[in-house]
């Protein structure tokens, strides 16, 4: 029978075209050492607070404690642990999701005990992990991207995204999402209500771009929209995702005197008012932006806004420039910066110079959107609700409106912030390549020199580089098929298979040549029984690595998740594809040379 | 020369003898030398400059400031999206104090021209003790999953003995990381898992032929086995030092290390200690039979 017709022979030229595809369409993605990509910083905005309780604890039963989590947590919308309980002194440690000031943490807890002391940025290692871990999983959820995140100081953590620009891993990173929404100033709803995020849906209207989150809200949550909603048909339903309440927004005031009719600034509220354009016949009703705004002077703070910021202090801890570094002179900015310190002042620049002020303002306060609530559903328990926005092309309304689901299904119990962002270019440049593949090169001509030495047949020395080869193809096409990235551990991995593969050619070989054993008696073993025996060694021997990698991919570190799928694959390619293949290949070459022996002897039999 | 001279002349004891005083050599080059530990694994200092005008030579400052301080240096050049100016991240193994900043500093203004004052953040091992304790887990679990795939194979007991061999590799390859003062790195990981991977194929091998196999005395099939071994092994480690050679990469160095020495053991630790007690086990097997028949 031709080789060229062997099932074997035709399923490795089929997988290694796949694997060729494969490789080209969706082309590979390389790690953070060979691609670069994106550093990020990010300060874990946690606080420890130790409390003198006003109720004893006895024995198991933590009540006062718990009585006194459940306050904040209510009142600062935000988790809080309990990390360490004094007996002795009664006194217990909060950890807290979010900054806090004692007077604030005083008013909250009230009567239930004494503030002793607030540790501002401490954050406990459990903490840490675990926010730490949500992060990862919103950039990388399927693990194979390799991101690696790093601790850095006391609650500062550093990301290193592959292949990713900063802009879109600042999107994803950045965000708490803490959901909040309100009726008439009334909170309504929070992310813990939220049971599901649906999928994402968008649609087109004459060039703009609608994009819906649906979400699914726990029965609880409905029913106090019910109530909240009762008789308030029409009036907006606004959705925050991260609202700025703990910081002040400073404007220039030059703002103010081109401002849509929509859009009035409302001086004693400190905020903005956004009035819906009216639709139809039916009524609409205003809102107030729930975060503190003031209008400031770009040259110079004059004495009363310096007083009010620094009377408004008391309670927010930041304060976002609107607009760049440069719109505001360095007198404004330095003053801001002595009332709050260096790293609390922020600013928030325009995405374009055609962003409406109003969008722009939305965007500052985390505004997502505010539906006016129809007056069928006014009063009723309503468990879909969707978060919605427009914007000007397909491909952004797609990634803001996937950035919002994956923000809003891996929350956090923190509140993150920026420190830094930077892209950084690959580290193993364009060298490195160059010697990897001469190293390559070098290897293939190494094991080819063995090969030849130890079997003298360059048939057979052809054989095993071609399957080699081929191996090779199928590896690397197959784990950019999976969006695999390829880095350093990767390219460890395909040298294994590499290496593993030379080992089991090499023992089928070596098994088919020897035909039979020593002293075998004299039963000889046929040619396609030599080769089932070598498969018996390779079975085993690739099950047992596969099970000793398996373990490792799934409680493995980033970078080792790589390294396990990519030699599985490799594994699998071999066993399933190319060491079938090559056995057939290599039979083949041994009955033809047994034939011509055969000939040759029955010739000079003949003479 | 020949290679398989101990299957014919030496005792199971012997042959099992060998391997485990090579061993026990390469644990106290282990344990007196120590490894040390990568920047991954350890604790250290961040220094970030930022706001530069030109992209600095990451590989010059590294090696600049590995020889002030002595220390491991890891060093990536950044750039700032919004402005475009461009920045150095360093990590160090190196806790700094007021002196050590002070010597960055000084470096970096002497001899790359950067009188700007950097963040010194410290830092800590970007493999948490939790992952390490994953990792762990992984080796453990992976050494049951191949003891239970094994056993299923061979269905005797006795083939458990290959763990031990596969272990004592890694023996081996941190005696030889200790021995040049190599890190252990996640590079030196890969090549931990890569040297298991190429262990288990030979004693898998040695398995098969010693006790599946039928024809011949067990140390006649040991023997024919170990040619093949020997050949997929020496195979394996001139691809490495060709590599070697010719890429001159930190990673990949310590990689190659864990290989070349893991390997190098496995040469004894297979061939000597598993087929050792395994030719122990078929030769008392063999005159229990013996005995039963009499």
């Given amino acids: 029978m031709s080789l060229y017709k062997e099932k074997r022979i035709l399923l490795l030229a089929g997988v290694c075209l796949l694997a060729a595809v494969l490789l080209v369409t969706p082309g590979l993605r390389y790690g953070i050492d060979i691609a670069g990509g994106s550093r990020i910083v990010l300060e874990l905005e946690t606080s420890q607070a130790t409390i003198q309780l006003a109720t004893q604890i006895v024995g198991d039963n933590l009540e006062p404690a718990e009585e006194i989590i459940g306050l904040i947590q209510d009142n600062m919308l935000t988790s809080v642990k309990l990390v360490a309980l004094d007996r002795t002194a009664n006194t217990a440690t909060f950890e807290i999701g979010r900054s806090v000031s004692s007077d604030i943490l005083a008013s909250i807890i009230d009567n239930k005990g004494q503030v002793i002391s607030i540790e501002e940025g401490k954050i406990s290692d459990q903490t840490r992990e675990e926010v730490t871990n949500l992060l990862q999983t919103r950039v990388d959820p399927a693990g194979l991207l390799g991101v690696q995140s790093r601790p850095m100081g006391a609650n500062l953590v550093l990301f290193e995204v592959p292949a990713m620009d900063p802009e879109r891993a600042k999107a994803l990173l950045g965000q708490t999402g803490r959901l909040e929404a309100f009726i008439e100033n009334t ?6 209500d939220i049971e599901t995020v649906g999928s994402i849906r968008i649609q087109e209207t004459s060039g703009v771009y609608k994009y819906e989150v649906p979400l699914r809200i726990s029965q609880d949550g409905a029913n106090e929209f019910a109530t909240a909603s009762q008789g308030k048909g029409n009036y907006p339903f606004v959705i925050y995702l991260d609202r700025p309440d703990d910081a002040i927004l400073l404007f220039n005031n030059q703002l103010l005197t081109n401002m849509p009719a929509s859009l009035t600034y409302d001086n004693t509220a400190r905020t903005f008012r956004i009035s819906p354009e009216t639709q139809g016949t039916s009524e609409t009703h205003s809102y107030d932006l729930l975060v503190s ?10 004495n009363a806004t310096l007083q009010t910021i620094q009377e408004m202090h008391a309670t927010k801890s930041r304060a976002i420039f609107l607009g760049s570094v440069t719109d505001f002179s360095e007198n404004v900015t330095g003053s801001a910066k002595a009332i709050f310190t260096e790293n609390k002042v922020e600013y928030f620049p325009k995405t374009s110079e055609t962003e409406t002020t109003t969008s722009w303002i939305q965007r500052a306060c985390g505004l997502q959107s505010a539906p006016a609530i129809s007056t069928d559903i006014a009063g009723q328990a309503k468990r879909d609700v969707e978060i919605s ?8 309304a797609e990634s803001e409106a996937s950035n919002l689901k994956i923000v809003l299904q891996q929350r ?14 690959p580290r193993l440049g364009s060298e490195f390549a160059f010697d990897i593949l001469k190293a390559a090169i070098a290897a293939v001509i190494a094991v080819g020199v063995l090969v030849y030495l130890r079997y003298r047949r360059p048939l057979i020395v052809g054989a095993i580089m071609l399957t080699m080869g081929s191996e090779v193809l199928v590896t690397i096409g197959i784990a950019s098929g999976l969006r695999q990235t390829i880095g350093l551990a990767e390219i460890a991995a395909v040298l294994a298979v590499i290496g593993t593969g030379v080992e089991q050619q090499l023992i089928i070989t070596d098994e088919v040549l020897r035909r039979g054993l020593p002293k075998a008696g004299p039963r000889s073993v046929s040619l396609s029984g030599r080769i089932g025996k070598a498969f018996a060694v390779i079975f085993a021997a690739a099950a047992t690595t596969i099970a000793a990698l398996a373990t490792l991919f799934f409680v493995g570190y980033g970078a080792m998740k790589g390294f396990a799928i990519v030699m599985i694959i490799g594994i699998l390619a071999a066993i399933i594809v190319t060491r079938p293949a090559y056995g057939r290949i290599l039979n083949a070459i041994v009955s033809r040379e047994t034939t011509k022996a055969e000939k040759t002897q029955v010739k000079a039999a003949q003479q | 020369m020949d290679i398989t001279w101990h299957t014919k002349h030496l005792k199971p004891r012997q042959m099992i003898a060998i391997p485990l005083v090579l061993a026990a050599v390469f644990a106290a080059i282990f344990l007196i030398r120590g490894v040390p530990m ?15 005008e030109n992209s600095p030579n990451a590989d010059a400052v590294e090696s600049a ?22 920045g ?16 960055v500093q000084r470096t970096m203004a002497d001899q790359f021209g950067i009188q700007s004052t950097p963040e010194f953040y410290p830092i800590e091992p970007a493999v948490s003790q939790t992952y390490l304790r994953g990792a762990m887990w992984a080796i453990i679990l992976s050494f049951i999953a191949m003891f239970v795939i094994v056993s299923i194979v061979f269905r005797r007991k006795i083939v458990g003995v290959m763990l031990p061999c596969v272990a004592l590799n890694m023996v081996w390859a941190l005696g030889g990381l200790a021995l040049f ?14 040297m298991i991977g190429f262990s288990i194929d030979t004693n898998i091998l040695l398995t098969e032929h010693l006790l599946r196999r039928v024809g011949g005395e067990p140390r006649e099939r040991m023997a024919t086995a170990m040619l093949t071994g020997y050949m997929i092994t020496g195979t394996s480690l001139v691809t490495m030092i060709c590599i070697n050679i010719l890429v001159t990469n930190p990673s990949i160095t310590q990689l190659v290390t864990v290989l070349t020495f893991g390997l190098a053991g496995d040469l004894f630790n297979t061939w000597f200690l598993n087929g050792g007690a395994l030719i122990w086990y078929m030769e008392r097997k063999k005159r229990k039979e013996y005995y039963v028949s009499l």
């Fill in chain 2, 38 to 52: 990568s920047i991954e694994f350890s604790s250290g200092t961040m220094i970030t400059y930022r706001n530069l």
């Fill in chain 1, 293 to 302: 705004f003031i209008p400031i002077s770009k040259d110079n703070l004059d």
């Fill in chain 2, 65 to 86: 400031l590995s020889t002030v301080l002595a220390a491991d240096v890891k060093t990536v050049t950044t750039q700032d999206s919004t402005t475009g100016t461009f």
């Fill in chain 2, 88 to 103: 150095l991240d360093i990590q160090t193994t190196k806790a700094l104090d007021d002196n050590g900043r002070e010597q």
């Fill in chain 2, 181 to 194: 003062q190599m890190q252990f790195s996640l590079a030196s990981l890969s090549g931990f898992l890569l």
């Fill in chain 1, 187 to 192: 909170l309504v709803m929070t992310a813990d």
């Fill in chain 1, 412 to 425: 956090l119990p923190v509140k993150v912030s920026f420190v830094g962002e930077s892209s950084i270019p």
């Fill in chain 1, 389 to 396: 926005g427009s914007r000007g092309t397909y491909e952004s």
